[in-house]
């Protein structure tokens, strides 16, 4: 089982077991054992997060909050981030307890790849990095504007 703290501070538990996944598969479309599918889950957090909502709900349910109270939990400084990677490490621990070793060690990748991403991105954004990029991206969007009249249509 894995957890992760929501905007509030309060923490949510993530687990998954055969029937579960069988469940999530029903309400999503999506089965976590399908190799394409588990492959479109790493690849999206609107899946990851759907994922994370339907494994907490019961745990809103009994804590007296409705969806949309759920909903706005996920809101805030990384709390997403954090609910879609706790969802993989239990991912990646449910395929090591079914003996999937490939996908767990996929599972595992992603997961090194995504923290990875989050820190450089995190140092791009102290360092303000990103600001002057995206300054840099407008000021040549305003010149390509005006090179071609303002009309928006290719040369």
Do not use: C
Request: hydrophobic content about 40%.
């Amino acid at each position: 089982m894995q957890s992760f703290k929501d905007a509030e501070g309060q923490t949510w538990n993530i687990a998954l077991t055969i029937g579960k996944v069988r469940q999530l598969r029903e309400k999503l479309g999506l089965d976590l054992l399908d190799t394409q599918h588990h492959l479109q889950v790493m690849n999206s957090l609107t899946d990851r997060l759907a994922f994370v909502f339907l494994l907490v709900e019961e745990q809103a349910k009994e804590r007296g909050m409705d969806a949309e109270e759920l909903e706005l939990r996920f809101y805030g400084d990384g709390v997403a981030a954090n609910a879609s990677i706790s969802f993989l490490q239990e991912l990646e621990s449910f395929f090591q307890r079914l003996g999937q070793t490939v996908q767990a060690r996929l599972t595992e990748s992603s997961i090194q790849a995504m923290k990875k991403a989050q820190t450089r991105l995190d140092d791009l954004l102290r360092s303000g990095k990103v600001d002057s990029l995206l300054e840099q991206a407008t000021k040549e969007m305003e010149e390509m504007m005006l090179d071609d009249g303002g009309n928006g249509s290719p040369n």
